[in-house]
């Protein structure tokens, strides 16, 4: 079953294309949130001023890996509103995106539109990988019922 896993792999990383500008704008982000805990607690006060309830935690992906692409995203979707509160409140937060800037409205949409796309799959690769044995079937009907 490893093949039905790497061939969910291919198709993912294909569709990973497709939006990488938004994907890479959100990743710095929260690298940026990530990397010193000063800058940790001036997004948890965004947090808190935006009133977001949410109690995932912002990780980070790794590269070779596209479902922890998937549960960065997951989870940085749920604070864009203290995202955007920070470009107001950190202007080191606005340089580190260079000309570019800080993840627009599209990309968060981009991202929104690519999570429900990936979602199907992280599902499937989770059956695939905590199956000991063929889950072909499974996968198929969990594909199904998701479009």
């Not at 995932?56 to 890996?65: A, F, H, I, Y």
Request: charged share 25%; net charge neutral; proline share 3%.
């Amino acid at each position: 079953m490893r093949c039905c896993a790497h061939i969910l792999n291919l198709v993912v990383n294909d569709g990973l294309k497709d939006v990488h500008n938004s994907i890479a704008s959100i990743r710095t982000a929260v690298r940026f949130v990530r990397s010193s805990p000063q800058r940790l607690a001036k997004f948890k006060e965004c947090v808190e001023f935006s009133k977001i309830e949410c109690k995932k935690l912002l990780c980070l992906d790794v590269p070779t890996t596209w479902n922890s692409t998937y549960m960065m995203l997951d989870a940085a979707e749920k604070f864009q509103v203290a995202f955007e509160k920070l470009d107001f409140e950190d202007s080191s937060y606005v340089e580190v995106f260079g000309i570019v800037g800080p993840p627009t409205t599209i990309d968060w949409e981009n991202v929104r539109a690519f999570l429900k796309f990936l979602k199907i799959f992280y599902e499937a690769t989770k059956v695939f990988s905590t199956s000991s044995h063929a889950s072909l079937h499974v996968a198929f009907h969990q594909l199904l019922e998701a479009l």
